[in-house]
């Protein structure tokens, strides 16, 4: 399941080059460290599908997906 969420994001070489922080249910979480990131091949032509696995200051580890094409992010709920 996927949440749509707020994120400020550093914006350096490109766009929401990598998330600094996000609020979900109106709770501020503040990203301390990057786990992993990949990009997922595009299923429209300009689409990119950017995902973010994070660990916030509550240590806790938050999955997030960036489409590039909606200039949405989500939060992935595991399953």
């Known amino acids: 399941m ?5 994120v400020v994001c550093y914006s350096g070489y ?3 080059e990598r998330p600094l922080k996000f609020t979900f ?4 979480f503040q990203i301390k460290k990057i786990l ?3 990009i997922e091949e595009p ?3 300009r689409e990119r599908l950017y995902r973010f696995q994070v660990r916030c ?6 999955s997030l997906l960036y489409n ?3 200039d949405e992010w989500y939060l992935e709920e595991k399953q």
């Open 2 to 6: 996927q949440h749509k969420i707020d």
């Open 14 to 16: 490109r766009a929401n």
């Open 25 to 28: 249910q109106n709770k501020k």
């Open 36 to 38: 992993n990131h990949f």
């Open 43 to 45: 299923i429209r032509e």
């Open 57 to 62: 200051t509550d240590k806790k580890t938050y």
């Open 68 to 70: 590039s094409d909606l």
